[in-house]
Each structure stands twice: as structure tokens, then as C-alpha cells.
């Protein structure tokens, strides 16, 4: 980011007099991030979650001394440069149109449920050797995420692509104000986000607000281009075909003459990668691969992510950085910037410009290719985080491929971005309610460590765990997040209190023991949950068991309450909603009656992922959000939009086309006839894959099509029929 003004033009954009002429750069938001000098200003952003004001005074402490902040936050005795506003995140939207003002280029907006993100990287891919262009980091197509990706413009750009998403109604009307479209793409309307909106059609009005504007626009579901010109591109789904379809389109009215030179570059687009990937690499290392690109804006939010991954050191594998001849040495000179705050300890270069940075770090190791960088090369690097970071000219790939760990061709794909869609349409459903988010059993299957820092970046209160043992693991890897134990036993009592966890009492005895173990470690008022039970019949104290249990706490300074809760056993059935009312008035009781022989008041959560959709009269101080939250809606009959989070993803090993009719597989259940096409997957019944999918029962999908399974699911094989799929 360069912003290349003063502070006295921020105040007098955003209607503040100031007579600070400091030059101001660089805006950031996020305390954690390492920018910081005296040309930073940080806007303090008050969210759901979090308030940016908290962390002001730390921030003057490091070398910030700009900052935009609420009319409601006192300054006292501070000593830095402020400009007080309504509302900073309206600020930080003014400051960007404001920006986006001082350029006359082209500016493209592309929205849409679906396909965003594909679309402005195709693009880029396709127009970036005829364009310098600024485009949104990854998927920054929020309220907040927009001024920021605008906030990147400068002179040296001659283009902008810009996404735009929404959620709610009339957020595109304050997003066009500032992106102000010169032209647009609505990629398509899908069922993302609908459930805020009262029907299609005002959801549909509401995204083309981005474009009343523009000087064109392009809709995904009305465009026709005449062509007699043939095209073949290799893709691999009718999404990927339309999204190809859109960045045809584009071109062909933004870049007429240019359109036959853009051909060549169809056929790569499947190749790119369009998100950071996160491996396990050998010699125990984490490999963060943005093998795709090398631009400065881009290299930051890499190393954004590299340095959260719980590793003992960063390594850095740079390629040339893509920029014009006059402005390299500048640019190095950034870079050397940009890896000192982010503490790189290691930096390995790939080209023959990179050899500048040198200059500003001279223990950087510097080759003219790949082909230098082999496996003995590289086996030095361990227990690290590597951040490969290259355009596409340099083929990282094969780095990339020295480094991996070699993995089985079966592997279970988590989407965290869903993730965090999922937890933000629950978190739409409550009103200020805190979150415990359930991650126990390896997080549902979809990473236990992953899901909880997940976790802890969205702001969520605490987390919830089966048994000791995981909940040492998260703190043992850097969670700070409370920690509720549910199945606390004598045995891990030991490590409970020693790793800080919050353990679930649920009788006398677990009580008495672990109160023990609090005075051998000379503590005081910890932390503990009491489970109560109406209606599980699993564990939990009885409500006649309470004046007992109440009297022994009340008694013991070693502990204290934190919260009281209990299960919903039927919350997603409609028909069942008695015995659900019923389990509410009889927790609300206990708790009440807890509440008045303690003599203090604490948490109270009843609901789990069903009973936050289905009673929102029952959410209290906080809910428990467990399977929901991974994508498997728990009610019946509700359209709730949750995005799928697991992706189980396989290879074919083999193909055979059948010349007579055959048995296929053991106990011969399975035929193949004359002709048909079977094919072998390298997945079984050890990789949880049920036999009762044999025999037809189940399919996969090969290229989009359901392929059925053919005979008995093997332990670590299957075949399935591909007669009627082209593969």
C-alpha cells in the first residue's frame, strides 16, 4: 500500500480539521499485523467480535501514532495524532472512494453468489501482460475488505479489479459509492446469503445496485457473444465453462483487438491456484504454496498466513517479483521491509533480479532457476514454515513437489472459508449471544487445531472438547481460547489445571476429586461448568442432587461456577418440540435455583446447532455450536444455506472396458456387461468408506456425474461404472 498523502488529507476527506502534516502510507486494521512506523494509520474497527480501540495503547507503544477512532472513545492522556468520527468503518469506506477519486483508470466490479473470486484471478491472468493491474487480495469483497483492496490503487496501475460481495440488505449501495464501477460482471445469483433477503428478486435488485453507474455491465445469466471464431478449452465443469464464458465476454468488449491474442491463455486457466494452499511438507515443515504469483501486494498476505502456521521459523522462497524495470529497486527495497516486520529468518531467491535484495538482506540465497534448487538443497530446512512465492514463469511446482510430503491419492479436503460462512449464518441468528464452538472428536474429522485458530480469529468465546487430552493438544499448539472439557475425569485432572482447561462436573464425586487436586496446586476460584440433566439421560446432575452439590461448592474457595448448561435431545424435530419446551423450563429452574444458593450469577446455554435455529427464545448467555457449523443442517425441512465443508477427493487407478459380461469383485455381487467401462478408485472400507454402499447402494462423482459402485466396497478399493461419463 502506498498511499502517498498526509494526515491532514485524511482529516479534511473524512471532515475533521487537523493541522498534522505527517505522510500516512499505509492503513491497517488488525493490531496483529507486524505494519507499523510513522507513516501507518490504523483505522479501530468496532465489530461483533472485537474493538480495534482496545489495542491503542499497545499500538502507541510499537511506533503507531495515527489513528482513526469513535467520537465515544476517550483519549485522555495519549499521545499520538487522532481523528475522532461516528463510525470508523463508514470512515474507512469515505477514505477509500476518496482514494479511488484520485485515479482516472478503469475500474472493473465483479459480484455474484458464486465464482468472484475465479473470475477477477482468470482475468488477471489473462490481461497482466498487457496491464498493470490492482486487483482485491484474495477474497476481500466485504464492507471492509473493499475500502482496503481500493486503498491499494496507485498511479503506476493502469486497471482495477474489484469484488464485491454482500450479505445483507443495502450493503451494495455503499459499496458502489465508492468502488464507483467504470464496468461490471455479475457472475450469478445463487442461494448465498438469500436467507437475508425477503425473496430472489430483491436479492437480485440489490446486486445490480453495484452497476447503475457503470459505463457496461455483463450478466452472467443474459450474456450472448456472436463468434464464429471456434474455441476449445479443456475444463472440467459447466461452472468453470461459465466463468471462461464471463472473462470471453469481458474481453471482447473491454479489449477487442487484443481478443484472438488472449486465446492462448484459455488453456491455462484451470491450472491456476486460486487460494493459498497449506501441506505438510518432509522434515517435519508446513509448506504455504502460492505458487502462482509474485506481486507485492500478493506476497504480504502470504506471509500473513505463513507466520500464523506454529512453527519455529519462516522461510522464504521468492521469485523474481513482477514490476517494471524503473521501479525494481524500490520494490526490493519493500520486500526487505515486508519480510523484516514479518521475521523471516530465512530467504531463498529464484531469477536474476532478485539478486537486489541482497543489498537489503544479504544473507539471502540467490539461484537463476529451479533446477538449483534440488532435494539436498533443500533438506537442511526443517521443523519451519516455507512459504513458496513465484510466478508462474519459474515453475515452483517442482519445488513445491521436493518439499511435500508424499501423501496417499485419497485425501479429505476442509474449507475453512465455508467454515466461516457456516458460522456466520448462526451467528445471524443470535443477538449478542456468546459462542462455544465444539471441536472435540478431531473437530468433527475436519482438524481440531485448524477449526479452533479458525475459531479464535473470528472472535468466537471459548471452545468446547470431549476429553483432557485434546484440550492439551490445542494449548500445547498456541490456543488461548477457554477450553471447556466435557468428559473430565480424576485421571486428567492433573493436566486440566496445568494447561488452564475448564472442566464439566456433573456429580459429587467428580467434584470432591477435583477440588482435591485444586488445593494440591494451591489454587483458587477455577473455573468449572456444572452440566445439569432434563431429558439426555446421559450425564448431568439431577435437580434433587443439587442443594448438595450447591453446599459443597458454596463452602469450597477452590472453585468456582463459570456456567450452567444441559443437552437438547430432540431439538431438530418439530415433532418432539414438547420434550424440547419441557428440557428448556427445567434447565431454566435448576439454573435459577443454582444461581440463588451460590449467590452469583453465571453462563447459561442450553442450545446446541438445531436449537439455535429452531429456539431462539432459549439462546441465554450462549449457545453450542457443533455439527451445524461444519455443514450438516440438523433440521428438517429448513433452507438455511450452509456450504458443505469436507470434500473426500480420490484418483482413478485404472480403466477396463469390458468385451463380455463379467463378475466383478468378491463374492461375484457385482457384473459388468459387454461394453461398459469400469473403473478402480483407491478408496475402501479403511478409509471409511461404508460397505453398505456396495452393490449399487452409494456413488461418487466423477467429473460432476454420478459414477454408481459396483460390487462389494473392498478394504482399500472400489470400482465403480464410468460407462456413461467421459474420463
Known amino acids: 500500500m502506498k498511499l502517498n498523502c498526509s494526515f491532514q488529507d485524511i482529516a479534511s476527506a473524512l471532515d475533521v480539521k487537523s493541522t498534522c502534516r505527517n505522510e500516512i502510507n499505509s492503513v491497517v486494521i488488525d493490531s496483529r499485523k507486524p505494519s507499523r512506523g510513522m507513516d501507518v494509520l490504523f483505522f479501530a ?29 476517550s483519549i485522555g492522556s495519549l499521545t499520538a495524532n487522532f481523528i475522532s468520527v461516528d463510525d470508523t468503518t463508514a470512515a474507512l469506506q469515505k477514505i477509500a472512494g476518496w482514494h479511488r477519486n484520485r485515479f482516472s483508470y478503469p475500474v472493473l466490479a465483479i459480484t455474484g453468489s458464486a465464482g468472484k473470486t475465479t473470475v477477477k484471478e482468470w482475468l488477471y491472468s489473462l490481461l497482466k501482460e498487457n496491464y498493470n493491474i490492482i486487483r482485491s487480495p484474495k477474497s476481500y469483497n466485504s464492507q471492509v475488505g473493499v475500502p482496503l483492496s481500493l486503498l491499494e490503487m496507485t498511479s503506476s496501475h493502469n486497471l482495477a479489479i474489484i469484488e464485491a460481495g454482500i450479505s445483507k440488505p443495502e450493503e451494495m449501495e455503499r459499496l458502489e459509492k465508492i468502488i464507483l464501477p467504470t464496468y461490471g460482471i455479475l457472475t450469478n445469483i445463487g442461494t448465498s446469503h438469500s436467507h437475508n433477503f425477503s425473496s430472489k428478486i430483491v436479492h ?66 484451470e491450472n491456476l491456484a486460486l487460494r493459498l494452499e497449506v501441506q505438510q511438507g518432509i522434515n517435519n515443515n508446513i509448506i504455504v504454496n502460492d505458487s502462482y504469483n509474485s506481486d507485492l501486494g500478493g506476497l504480504e498476505i502470504a506471509l500473513d498466513l505463513a507466520a500464523s502456521q506454529p512453527k519455529k521459523s519462516l522461510v522464504l522462497i521468492l521469485s523474481d517479483i513482477d514490476t517494471d524495470q524503473a521501479s525494481k529497486s524500490e520494490v526490493y527495497k519493500k520486500v526487505a521491509k515486508i519480510t523484516k516486520n514479518y521475521g523471516v529468518n530465512k530467504i531463498i531467491g529464484v531469477g536474476t533480479d532478485i539478486v537486489r535484495l541482497q543489498k537489503h538482506v544479504p544473507s539471502t540465497v540467490v539461484v537463476e532457476s529451479v533446477a538449483e534448487v534440488d532435494s539436498n538443497f533443500l533438506s537442511s530446512i526443517n521443523d519451519s514454515c516455507i512459504l513458496l512465492k513465484g510466478a508462474r514463469k519459474f515453475h515452483f511446482e517442482i519445488i513445491g513437489t521436493l518439499l511435500q510430503q508424499k501423501h496417499h491419492d485419497t485425501v479429505l479436503e476442509i474449507n475453512l472459508k465455508a467454515l466461516e460462512h457456516n458460522l456466520n449464518i448462526f451467528r445471524s441468528k443470535l443477538n449478542g449471544t456468546k459462542i462455544m464452538c465444539m471441536v472435540k472428536a478431531f473437530g468433527y474429522g475436519a482438524g481440531d487445531l485448524e477449526i479452533a485458530k479458525l475459531m479464535e480469529q473470528q472472535g468466537v468465546e471459548a471452545l468446547g472438547v470431549a476429553y483432557a487430552d485434546e484440550g492439551v493438544a490445542l494449548r500445547r499448539a498456541g490456543i488461548t481460547l477457554p477450553i471447556m472439557v466435557m468428559n473430565a475425569e480424576p485421571a486428567a485432572f492433573n493436566g486440566i489445571i496445568e494447561y488452564q482447561l475448564d472442566p464439566v462436573i456433573y456429580n459429587e464425586r467428580i467434584l470432591d476429586s477435583f477440588i482435591r487436586e485444586v488445593i494440591n496446586y494451591g489454587q483458587t476460584a477455577y473455573p468449572i461448568h456444572l452440566e445439569l440433566e432434563t431429558g439426555m439421560n446421559r450425564l448431568g446432575v439431577r435437580y434433587n442432587e443439587l442443594p448438595d452439590l450447591c453446599t459443597q461448592i458454596i463452602s469450597q474457595p477452590e472453585v468456582k461456577v463459570i456456567s450452567v448448561f444441559s443437552h437438547l435431545a430432540v431439538s431438530e424435530n418439530e415433532s418432539e418440540d414438547k420434550f424440547s419446551r419441557n428440557q428448556i423450563d427445567r434447565f431454566q429452574a435448576g439454573a435459577e435455583f443454582i444461581e440463588q444458593m451460590l449467590g452469583y450469577s453465571f453462563t447459561k446455554h442450553i442450545c446446541n446447532s438445531a436449537g439455535i435455529l429452531r429456539f431462539p427464545g432459549a439462546h441465554m448467555d450462549m449457545v453450542r455450536l457443533g455439527i451445524g457449523v461444519y455443514g450438516i443442517d440438523p433440521t428438517e425441512g429448513q433452507e438455511n444455506g450452509f456450504e458443505n465443508v469436507g470434500t473426500l477427493k480420490t484418483t482413478i487407478t485404472q480403466i477396463r472396458t469390458f468385451v463380455d459380461t463379467e463378475t466383478i469383485g468378491y463374492g461375484r455381487s457385482g457384473a459388468a456387461n459387454r461394453g461398459e467401462r469400469i473403473g478402480i478408485i483407491p478408496i475402501g472400507y479403511a478409509d471409511g468408506l461404508k460397505r453398505s454402499l456396495s452393490n449399487g447402494n452409494g456413488f461418487v462423482l466423477v467429473n460432476g456425474k454420478k459414477a454408481s459402485i459396483v460390487g462389494k466396497v473392498c478394504m482399500d478399493m472400489t470400482m465403480i461404472n464410468l460407462s456413461d461419463i467421459e474420463c
Do not use: M
Not at 45 to 71: A, R, T
Not at 204 to 223: C, H, M, P, R, V
Open 204 to 269: 437480485t435488485e440489490e446486486k445490480y445496485e453495484l452497476f447503475k453507474n457503470a459505463q457496461w455491465f455483463i450478466d452472467g445469466a443474459q450474456e450472448t457473444v456472436h463468434d464464429d471464431t471456434p474455441k476449445s478449452f479443456k475444463l472440467k465443469d459447466k461452472a468453470a465453462v461459465h466463468n471462461a464464458f464471463l472473462c470471453w465476454s469481458f474481453l471482447n468488449r473491454f479489449d477487442p483487438d487484443r481478443l484472438q491474442s488472449y486465446k492462448t491463455g484459455f488453456s491455462e486457466l
Open 45 to 73: 474497527l468496532k465489530g461483533p467480535n472485537n474493538d480495534g480501540h482496545k489495542y491503542i495503547s499497545e499500538l502507541i507503544g510499537e511506533g503507531i501514532c495515527h489513528f482513526v477512532v469513535n467520537k465515544d472513545f
